[in-house]
């Protein structure tokens, strides 16, 4: 049996993923192994089509790995329902896309209130985490416009405001400065580094902008379905 780091937040061993297309057997992930320690940043970077997004799909519980085996949170989440993923999810996990996914008649407030709705919180524990978290992204002035009525700098730090305010153990970003200038995405990584730092959160982004690698921990490269250095 493999053994896995205790400090280890996710962790994975010759993990698979093999779609089928029009009868074609499609490998995404060809036997990857990966290891994120707590209170990291870390990169996923490669072309694309090199199975980044696959890999950030398969630790969220997003997608199930064909072979191998997931840790995340201590715990082998490779055999788990659906149902159980999405407690996993909405409870431990934050998701910033690159598309921002905000809910477009909403406030900023409300976008990053909607999670804490779910979970059944006191209005007054929403409010409270809420202007928390928007405070944390510098957006308290922004809290009632609606995302057409933001840049999308400032959309995605809605996003991970929303992110952060579950207070999750992991924040998943799939290429969360793909849709922004330069000048905007390095704001967007710099912030990214005072999560880390200040809320003390692991946060794991795929990315293929070689800038990325100036504000990570640890760069992961990927390339053909596989990581091409190990830890």
């Excluded at 199930?64 to 055999?79: E, P, Q, R, W, Y």
Aim: net charge negative.
């Amino acid at each position: 049996m493999a053994e896995y780091n205790d400090s280890s937040v996710v962790e994975s061993a010759d993990v698979t993923r093999v779609y089928h297309v029009d009868q074609v057997e499609v490998h995404a992930l060809r036997g990857v192994n990966f290891r994120v320690d707590e209170g990291e940043f870390i990169a996923l970077m490669g072309r694309s089509g090199s199975g980044k997004t696959t890999l950030l799909n398969i630790l969220g519980g997003l997608d199930h790995a064909t072979d191998g085996t997931v840790i995340l949170f201590g715990n082998d989440i490779s055999h788990l329902s659906d149902r159980q993923l999405t407690e996993i999810r909405r409870a431990r996990i934050g998701f910033v896309f690159q598309s921002f996914a905000l809910m477009p008649t909403m406030s900023a407030y409300e976008n990053v209130e909607l999670p804490l709705r779910m979970l059944g919180l006191s209005r007054r524990e929403r409010r409270t985490r809420s202007m928390e978290c928007l405070e944390l992204v510098g957006l308290t002035r922004w809290a009632k416009h609606r995302p057409q009525e933001m840049s999308g700098g400032q959309q995605q730090r809605v996003a991970i405001a929303r992110a952060l305010v579950n207070r999750p153990g992991l924040i998943l970003a799939d290429e969360p400065t793909g849709e922004l200038d330069s000048v905007t995405g390095r704001s967007i990584m710099e912030l990214f580094q005072t999560v880390v730092r200040e809320e003390g959160i692991t946060i794991i982004t795929t990315s293929h902008d070689p800038a990325m690698q100036e504000f990570v921990d640890y760069t992961y490269r990927m390339a053909d379905g596989r990581v091409l250095n190990e830890r």
